[in-house]
Structures are given as C-alpha cells and as structure tokens.
C-alpha cells in the first residue's frame, strides 16, 4: 500500500498541471475550449460550456501590440499571479487564491483590433464561488481604466 502512495501523489499532481485550451478552428482562427461540467470557469465564447460563465472579451486598446502592453502593465499591478506563458499574443497566468492556495489558469488571445478574449479556471474543485467570473470583471475595470 505504500509503494501505491508516490504514484498516487504524481498522478494527482499530473492532473492539475496547468494546459493550454486554446483551439484552433478549421479556418485557422484560435479560441478556447469550453469550460468543463463543474461550475468553476469564465470564458468569452457565446456558449461557455456546461460549467462555465459566459463573459465578454476584453477592450485592450486600439491595436494588438496596445492591448498586450496594457494587459501585462494591468496584471503587473495585481498580486497572487505569476506569468506561464508569453508570445505576444497569448498570455496564460497563474493565480494562487488567498486563503486556501489554490491556482487558477487566466488565458488571454489578444486579437489584432486590440480586443482580448479570456479564459479564467480553476484546476480543481466542483465550484468557485464566481472567483473567476469575478476576476474578469476586475480585469476589465482595470483595462477601462488605463485606456481612458
């Protein structure tokens, strides 16, 4: 039984390692998958997924390389996340929670009229009390604001 007990551990831990979601259509364009059956995911896509909540791309300025300057300069001012991935067009973050140290995955696909569409997920969990959603919505304010 406790030769079974490392293994299990590394398959645990094998699963919530962070993976992209991006998708890339027949037509070439990316987007992201929907989110999984358990309520804890935000996604700009018309159907989020079973789990999922529903949200508005983001306004990241008037330009694809404007939109990547103000989202990294809007994620430089905020705490608990650090940056997994950076081409200039795709950025997946990854943000600890505060109280229990949880990670969440934020994945940005900046488009080439500055708009950003985002995928915010916990790894693990059945519900995420709309923390996600709700950093979306922080994020957004945030962009709103440096633009202005």
Partial sequence: ?????PLAIILLLAGC???SHVLEGADGALSFSPCERAPR???????PGPGGDSVAALDGGQSAEQAHDNLLAVLGSMSGYRILSDDGRYVHAEFTTRLVRYKD???FLIRDDGSIDVRSSARIGWYDWETNSKRVEAL???LAARIR
């Fill in 105 to 107: 995955d934020v994945e």
């Fill in 1 to 5: 039984m406790t030769r079974l007990l």
């Fill in 41 to 47: 995911c935000a996604v700009s896509l018309e159907d």
């Fill in 17 to 19: 390692a962070p993976a």
């Fill in 140 to 142: 957004r304010a945030a």
